[in-house]
């Protein structure tokens, strides 16, 4: 992944966050995936930690997109020690 396709998936993940600017990443993967029909399309997973309304971290919590062109399109973040997207995002 490029710098700039990094910075684009952590602004989509943290877009609705009360404090994006605490977020910490980790386990950043990217997934390239052929179908039958030829075509290829890219998934995103990875591990995110950022502070919540009482100022405390929750816990890393993972999360799971694909992109698409430019953009990312955020499946979702799940609880921490949750496994979600684990068909999503082998390890």
Known sequence: MTD???Q???NSVTHNFKDPNS???RKLRWFENRHADGTI????CGEVNAKNSFGGFVGFSP????????QFVLY???RPG???FNSLCPV
């Open 23 to 25: 977020a910490q990443f």
């Open 82 to 84: 949750s496994i979600a």
């Open 63 to 70: 999360f799971a997109g694909r992109m698409n062109g430019g």
């Open 41 to 44: 399309s890219n998934t995103v």
């Open 76 to 78: 979702g973040v799940a």
């Open 8 to 10: 684009t998936v952590q």
């Open 4 to 6: 700039a396709q990094i």
